[in-house]
């Protein structure tokens, strides 16, 4: 089994049992390419990140490969149905990541409406010399709406919040959920008028052919011009250039990225020299409790699939 990154040996007890593990060395760095190919090329299972691109050409290098164990929820970076094709199980790591995606997408929806981030470096700053009435106001979230594109396992999470909130909230999928509608007293829109009627559009829709570049300029455009933008699903769902164009000219109030279209990103990036923009590096699942719980599933998937048995969760054929 070969391990795309550095990760805690106390967390590989099981897989070790059953199996030869080594590892990346480094816990920050993805590995480079040609290294990936050749592990892989000896590899039964790889434990892998999102930054490890799984196509056809390391498929198809891989002869002894059965199993790929993706270290996330999503799984945009794997070539699902090559991989279906050559018999190779895919599997994720759902379900024990989403409250902590939630209350993370919740925190940055909080962070930019009332400008958290902005107010803990003012005061840092040495700013605070003095009070006026409207000194870094910001904007409420309670009884407002709230219109989530992209109602998983996650956007219910996030959902069950707004409601602890007194949020009206909205959803737009790509199939009804009617079940969570009766439950968390959602209602379904039209992408369009989600994006025309809430205060907060929030995006937890996997990357797909349908969902890239869905935030484009018509997008942003359509939103009211105090709405505020929160994604912590895939950069790629979002034209990078016509957010920055929505900020600059005021067509939304401000955003919250948690994701990028290339991460990392530098200081130098575009968007962040926006006041309005909160930009957090990727860290939607990073609790500690969580992150040792997706390393034990995707060392359970990968020992259940060596050892003939169902892997607890295997996403070929399937959804994110
Ligand atoms: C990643 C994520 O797991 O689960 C996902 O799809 O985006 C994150 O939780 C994390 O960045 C490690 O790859």
């Known amino acids: 089994i070969f391990i795309t990154r550095k990760i805690p040996e106390a967390t590989l007890d099981e897989l070790q049992k059953i199996a030869y593990v080594t590892m990346w060395e480094d816990e920050m760095k993805p590995v480079p390419r040609k290294r990936l190919l050749k592990e892989a090329a000896k590899a039964t299972g790889l434990l892998t990140m999102l930054s490890d691109k799984i196509d056809a050409e390391l498929i198809d290098q891989s002869r002894n490969l059965k ?9 945009d970076n794997i070539d699902i149905p090559y991989a279906a094709k050559k018999g190779i199980t895919i599997c994720n790591t759902p379900d024990v990541l989403t409250d902590t995606t939630a209350d993370l997408t919740f925190a940055l929806m909080m962070a930019t409406a009332r400008r958290i981030t902005e107010a803990a470096q003012y005061i840092k700053e040495g700013k605070w010399t003095g009070w006026s009435p409207l000194l870094l106001a910001g904007t409420d979230i309670h009884h407002k709406t709230l219109g989530i594109v992209g109602m998983g396992r996650i956007g219910e999470a996030v959902a069950k919040r707004a409601a602890g909130f007194d949020m009206n909230i909205l959803y737009h999928n790509r199939s009804r959920k009617e079940e969570a509608e009766r439950k968390l007293g959602l209602s379904y829109r039209s992408f369009e008028d989600l994006l025309k009627t809430s205060d907060y559009v929030v995006c937890l829709a996997p990357l797909t052919e349908e969902t890239k570049d869905l935030f484009d300029e018509k997008s942003f ?86 050892q003939g048995l169902t892997p607890p969760a295997a996403v070929n054929g399937k959804d994110a």
Request: with cysteine.
């Open 221 to 306: 455009q359509t939103m009211k011009a105090s709405a505020l933008f929160i994604n912590a699903s895939r950069g790629g769902v979002v034209v990078e250039k016509a957010l920055d164009r929505a900020l600059t000219e005021g067509w939304i109030k401000g955003a919250g990225l948690d994701v990028f279209v290339e991460e990392p990103i530098q200081p130098d990036h575009f968007l962040l020299r926006h006041a309005n923009l909160v930009a957090l590096p990727h860290i939607g699942s990073a609790s500690l409790e969580t992150r040792i719980q997706m390393v034990r599933l995707a060392c359970k998937n990968i020992e259940n699939v060596l």
């Open 67 to 75: 199993v790929v164990a993706n270290l996330a929820v999503g799984y």
